[in-house]
């Protein structure tokens, strides 16, 4: 039995782009957090868009345009931004359809469902600003 939660790079670079943003007051620039996070700049532009569409990141035009959080970042919760970039967490199902020997009995799928629900309700429990104190 394997199971792995895995954050894709875009789940991965939305969370990174949310703290950085979470640590700043007012718009930030997402070229200099990009080269502040040593991340692809229009990977990140991508991602941010997304989160825009989502009302979780506001943006303003201008010298002193760019992003920020669109409410205070202990309200906004990791699943919510893990549900806009990587879509709704899902059990995968059972990979030996056809060569399980269970006789119909099989729980596999039972409990990586159980485990993915589990995921989801941890994941609904913190915020971006618990990630933000997590690194300090």
């Known amino acids: 039995f394997e199971m792995s ?5 875009k789940g991965d670079y939305g969370l990174l782009l949310m703290t950085a943003l979470a640590r700043r007051t007012g718009f930030a620039s997402l070229k ?34 760019g992003y920020r959080l669109a409410k205070d970042s202990k309200k906004i919760l990791v699943s919510e931004v893990l549900d806009v970039l990587e879509g ?10 056809h060569e399980c020997d269970c006789g119909g009995a099989c729980v ?7 485990m993915t ?6 994941l609904a429990m913190f915020t971006v600003a618990d990630l933000v104190a997590d690194q300090e």
Not at 5 to 9: A, G, M, T, V
Not at 88 to 97: K, L, N, Q, T
Not at 108 to 114: G, L, N, Y
């Open 5 to 9: 939660l895995k954050l894709s790079k």
């Open 32 to 65: 200099e957090v990009a080269q502040q996070k040593k991340l692809p700049y229009k990977f990140v532009s991508q991602v941010a868009g997304e989160l825009k569409a989502a009302g979780i990141l506001v943006s303003k035009e201008g010298v002193t345009g």
């Open 88 to 97: 709704p967490m899902e059990a995968s199902g059972c990979e030996r359809e």
């Open 108 to 114: 596999h799928e039972t409990v990586e469902e159980k």
């Open 117 to 122: 629900q589990g995921a989801s309700r941890a």
